[in-house]
């Protein structure tokens, strides 16, 4: 049997409690081909997510910034990581911040390293294809020093999402208590446990 629609603003009113940092999303919908999560802000996150699939990004309420690394250079080659699993190859690019305002949406690319910074007080809704099977989504910590021509990475984790909620918590909840995890392997500088 179908669902029924669902009154967003009285969903949103009632459920607050679980737009809680440091990930702040619900699923709301898990269907067979998309994904639709509430994000509420504010977060306290410096990783960068990629995934092998688009994310659609639409502002409820309030401003968000999604800080991306644009122009990477993405081959179409995947590339064993150090759990093993084979993802494609995504190196350099630029630091870049997009805002995405009230009542806009903005469809980010597959493969793109972004950092969804929210703001208190802010909503929004990010649609996600669910990932294929053979599909491996990353966690990367970049170097924030001005000294590096280009994004530098200080640590990649990858996995196979089944639940972005619940499993990027424990990951990012390592990278903010574990400071040798945070030091960058090409200046030394360590960075920010946010």
């Known amino acids: ?30 269907g067979g081909d998309f994904t639709v999560m509430v994000v509420g802000g504010p977060n306290a ?29 993405k081959s179409g080659e995947r590339v064993k ?8 190859s995504v190196e350099g690019g630029e630091f870049r911040e997009i805002t995405i305002g009230e009542g806009e949406m903005f ?11 929210r703001y208190a007080d802010t909503v929004g809704i990010v649609i996600e294809r669910v990932r294929p099977g053979d599909a491996v989504d990353r966690l990367r ?3 924030q020093s001005p000294t590096h021509v280009s994004p530098t990475i200080i640590r990649e984790v990858s996995f196979h999402c089944s639940d972005l909620g619940t499993q990027l918590k ?10 040798e995890l945070r030091v960058c392997p090409e200046c030394g500088q360590e960075a920010e446990a946010k």
């Open 141 to 143: 910590w970049y170097c």
């Open 81 to 88: 990581t150090k759990e093993g699993l084979e993802a494609p």
């Open 107 to 117: 469809l980010l690319p597959a493969n793109t390293p972004h950092n969804p910074c």
């Open 170 to 179: 424990p990951l990012i909840n390592e990278w903010m208590t574990t400071p």
């Open 45 to 73: 996150r410096n990783d960068y997510h990629l995934n092998e699939t688009e994310e659609w990004f639409y502002q409820v309420k309030g401003a968000m910034t999604l800080k991306v690394i644009d122009n990477a250079v």
């Open 1 to 30: 049997m179908l669902s029924p629609p669902i009154n967003f603003p009285k969903w949103v009113a009632e459920n607050s409690d679980r737009l809680r940092p440091p990930v702040n999303n619900f699923c709301l919908y898990d």
